[in-house]
């Protein structure tokens, strides 16, 4: 196996050196599911740019997505989620599809069979109703009033996770202004029972006595009292709003530079009276356009970019593969990297006080928002570079680490983009139907942070780490595995927790960590690899199922080689599974998702994931067996003079 371990390791190693682009970064496609398209086209409409190609373009590539049951979901093979399939019927119509075609008519039943319009969640209400397809009466009220409250006030939008104070402030000013622009037909049709008799107000719990009642009858309140006369705070709350909007537009590739958040934007500011030919306007228009990928009669778009994350993960990856820190890849690389360090104070500073920022985030250019996940896999990738200015190098590295080792929680965990951002009554407002309403520390993002403290000297008795640790251990689930909130999903939980274990310097034959051991080897697929459905976020009967995948079986095979289980059956199968499966060019195909953006609501298929994770189980188990034969003499040879390619 040694020998055919290296070949495959080479030719995935040489596949993602001639992905590298020349100013030294890597970025793949980043899939999401129709809620891309379809709320693309509705915003076309809304600001008066849609024309019939664009239309069709988006609805061949929607259509093409329609499930068996006749709706649309999440990720392949998913179950209709009704917002999603509502969308992509109004795409369809939009597109001139007839009602009396056969799909239409199939999914027409299947939004019904659901329920209808009205279950719609509430994003997709204020889309619906800003071009007449909803009444606003039944949309969740956004109070702008809430931007006024003191940054550490228990309620306040810096206790909201970063992506929906991204998305929610702009949605405030919408909301209050309720501009609406009619789509030119109607979708009564959709509507179970017909439209006048339908209820379009919020369910109540069954629990009277409950949170989410509790913020519904202030909801209630909240619009009563838009119809008084008086609002002393309204227009002081939108200016705020506009003002915040304004600051997060600098420095950035548009709001948030993801694609809600930048659609809102632009709402935001027709609703303030800002015309479409406005330099602002035009600014997020053309970063909202980046995102679009044309294949011959198709349109679809990305919900952002991803390459900081992919350039550290292939950075580390290339780099164990056989390369030299000095390599030209390694160094172009890690130069990139640096100059993406955030120079801005952004949210995270409210919780996190800095003498000066740091940090690194996700995307192209995203100084307000770095996130603790990439700053870490950055860290450990300029730790392995060797750059022509070795001094700045480390005065990055180290304000990257100090700041990342502030953002650990109270409890000992590490969160994503905030510090204790973990306030429970904010999932039971009105408008936190996307299930992310705030950002809590999780087990994958703290075992990934103990990695990289273990491979910058750390030990499991220090402070830090112990507390980490700690949070471990309280987070584990009965079975053993833990949660993955960012891929799918115990498998990811898992395998991120046991590297950082290992590396951290814990004790791997504890029982805690051998039940973990045990749990990964009992989900191995027959045919040798594993997989996992995101599915299982929504039912815990499938953790650990669903059809092998490159990305997954490697994280078990990262994780098992990790718990010193290098030499056994199920590493072999494993690693058996990535050989047989690999393409002769060296990469892999990959259908199911693997990716994590919201659980039970958005997700994502990263498409390096399938490439630079085998090739890191390759270079696990040549590291773990100890071999000295890496790379042969003419590999070697042939490395030196490899160079990003043109």
Known sequence: MLDRVISSRNRTRDWLLRQQHPEGYWVAELQGDTI????YAIFLHYMGWGDPKTYSQLANYVLAQQNESGGWGIYPGAPTEISVAVKAYILLKLAGH??????MKRARAEILRLGGITRVNSFTKIYLALVGEFDWDGVPAIPPELILFPKNFYFSIYSMSAWSRTILIPLAIVEHHKITRPLPFKVDELYAGGRENADIHLPWSKEIFSWHNFFLAWNSIIKGWRLQPLH???????RKCHSWLLERLEHSDGLGTIFPAIVNSIFAMTALGYEPDHPLIQREKKELERFIIREGDTMRLQPCFSPVWDTAWATIAVKQAGLKPSHPAVVSAAEWMLSKETTVLGDWAIKNPQKEPSGWYFEFRNEWYPDVDDT???????????????????RAVERGFHWMLGMQCRNGGWASFDKDNDRYLYTQVPFADHNAMIDPPTSDITGRVLECLGEFGYTAEMPEAKRGIEFIKKDQCPDGSWFGRWGCNYIYGTWQVLVGLAQIGEDLNQPYVQRAVRWLKSVQN???????????????HLKGKGPSTPSQTAWAVLALISAGEVRSRAVRQGLEWLLAHQKPDGSYDEAPWTGTGFPKVFYLSYHYYKIYFPLLAFNAYLQFIGTTRLISASSRSELESFSVAP
């Open 36 to 39: 891309l398209e379809t709320e």
């Open 232 to 238: 002393p705070f309204r227009k002081l709350s939108l």
């Open 376 to 394: 870490c896999m950055v860290l450990r990738a300029l730790n392995m570079a060797e750059v022509p200015n070795p001094a700045e190098l480390a």
């Open 526 to 540: 027959e045919d040798g690899g594993w997989g996992e459905s995101p599915g299982s976020y929504s039912d815990e």
């Open 98 to 103: 007839g009602l009396d075609a056969e799909y």
